[in-house]
Structures are given as C-alpha cells and as structure tokens.
C-alpha cells in the first residue's frame, strides 16, 4: 500500500496537486462549495493511479485544487461507499494521499436519515460522535508506523475546536445547526423499522453509509477533523414511508447553499 501511495502522492505533485493544508469531501447533492473555489486543476479519479473510480451517477468523480478565500484546498467531488464493493482501504486510500500532499484538516459532508425525531428534512447536523457498524476497519491488517499508530485514539474523532468555530459562524449567520451521533452502516438498501429502533437505542441520532471510514483513517494520520451530515429524511419507524434517492439528492441540495456557506467561512479562518 505504501508504494502505491506514493506513486499516487507522486503523480498528483506532477500535477501541481500540492501546497493545500485543507482537505474537502462533498457528499450526496453537496458540491456548490466548489463554485465559490477559484479551481486550479482538476483530475478524474479514473486517472489517478491506484484510485478507486466512483460508480455513483450523482457522485462527479474528480479531484479538485482551487483556491477558497486565499485558501488552498483539495477536494474530493464524490466519494466510495463499501456497498460499491470496494474494501476500506480502497474507499479511503484518497485520504491518504491528500494527507501525503500536505492537508492537516479535513471537512467531511454527507446526506442521512434521521433518527432522532426531532430532525427535521433539510436540517444540518454537525457530528459529535459516531458510531461505527460497519463490517471492516480500514486499519486492519498490517500497521504502517509512517502513517500512524497502531492503535489510534477515537476518544475525539471530530476536533472540537473546529466544531466550536462552525457553530460560531452558524450563528452569525443564523443558520441553525444542531449537534448529534452518527451510525455508519454498510447499506446499500435503507433500514427497515426494527433497525431504526435499534439503531436509536444504541445512541444514533441519524444514520448513513459513508464517513466513518474516512474519519478513522483521518485520526490515524494527525489530521484535524469536522463533518456535517444533511437530514434528508426522516426515520421515524412508527410512520416509515418508502424513500427514493431522486428524493434524498433533491433535499440535499436544497441545503447545498447553506452547508457550502458555512464551510467557505470555516476555510476562511483556518
């Protein structure tokens, strides 16, 4: 793995992938972040060596260098999932490589169902914690001691500090934001109603299929972390109604505009 990383990091330098200090990772209908970043280069993922290519049709695929507020960053334009079939070390090889290209803090989005029924669609999240279920670690196997740790810490996944910067600009901004845990499952098909109970008595205020395995890897690493998850529907397993994705993509952009607002800011003060 460690070859191919730096044959990854390598190619990206020759690329001018480098010199950014803030990584990005735009979820599901979260990408207009990136038309307020003065883009510089911009890679697909198929030509990258050793990238996994995203297979979603709502997920671009790129990888992007731009500038956001005097800022440097890269940005991942669509992420993998395990339920692609990719391992965790494929899904989240890409954030090795941007912390191999200089990043020291990531910001992470995602669209989830909430669980907890005070969520309401459309409704921003900020994570405090997460639980993982999951059925791979992407840290298993051997331990590279030039990545990180054999056994990290998770006692803070998300820095609390950025947290604390974010809620501060949402209220400048009047943007309410709220604080809850995140559950992590495979997917790809959406829980039944005994799972979202479940699920809401381990702790788990809204749930997704993404995020957690970037975040572990992350910490492995020493980068900074903060994520965001857009409530896009609401799981309440006494009035469940079918959902379709169309749905999920359309209420997650209906958010876009606030969630890119408030990770512009962030961007600003780092």
């Known amino acids: 793995m460690i070859h191919q990383l730096e044959e990854a990091t390598e190619f990206l330098k020759r690329k001018n992938f480098a010199g950014a200090e803030i990584g990005v990772v735009l979820g599901t209908g979260?990408?207009?972040?990136?038309?307020?970043?003065?883009?510089?280069?911009?890679?697909?993922?198929?030509d990258i060596p050793h990238f996994p290519v995203?297979?979603?049709?709502?997920h671009a695929g790129h990888l992007v260098l731009g500038r956001c507020n005097g800022k440097k960053i890269i940005a991942m334009e669509g992420r993998f999932h395990?339920?692609?079939?990719?391992s965790m070390k494929e899904i989240t090889f890409p954030i090795r490589v941007m912390k191999?290209?200089?990043?020291?803090?990531?910001?992470?989005?995602?669209?989830?169902?909430g669980i907890n029924l005070s969520y309401k669609k459309g409704e921003l999240i900020l994570i405090e914690d997460h639980i993982n279920l999951q059925p791979e670690n992407p840290l298993t196997g051997p331990n590279y001691a030039s990545l990180g740790p054999r056994f990290p810490d998770m006692s803070m996944p998300y820095d609390k500090a950025l947290r604390d910067k974010l809620k501060t600009i949402a209220s400048d901004e009047q943007i309410e934001i709220k604080e809850g845990v995140y559950v992590s499952v495979a997917g790809p098909n959406?829980?039944?109603?005994?799972?979202?109970?479940y699920l809401k008595i381990i702790g788990a205020d809204m749930v997704g299929m993404s995020t957690v395995p970037e975040i572990i890897v992350a910490n492995h690493?020493?980068?900074?972390?903060?994520?965001?998850?857009?409530?896009?529907?609401?799981?309440?397993?006494?009035n469940l109604a079918?959902?379709?994705?169309?749905e999920i993509i359309e209420v997650a952009g209906r958010s876009d505009d606030k969630l890119?607002?408030?990770?512009?800011?962030?961007?600003?003060?780092?």
């Not at 395990?82 to 990719?86: I, Q």
């Not at 079918?242 to 169309?246: H, M």
């Not at 890119?260 to 780092?270: H, M, T, Y």
């Open 30 to 46: 979260l990408g207009k972040l990136l038309q307020k970043v003065e883009i510089e280069h911009q890679i697909s993922y198929q």
């Open 54 to 58: 995203a297979t979603m049709e709502f």
């Open 82 to 86: 395990f339920y692609e079939g990719y």
């Open 100 to 113: 191999m290209l200089g990043i020291k803090t990531l910001l992470v989005s995602n669209a989830a169902g």
């Open 190 to 197: 959406l829980e039944t109603r005994a799972e979202y109970r």
């Open 221 to 238: 690493m020493g980068i900074k972390c903060l994520a965001v998850s857009v409530i896009t529907d609401e799981c309440d397993p006494d």
């Open 242 to 246: 079918p959902v379709n994705i169309e």
């Open 260 to 270: 890119s607002s408030l990770f512009i800011k962030l961007i600003e003060l780092l």
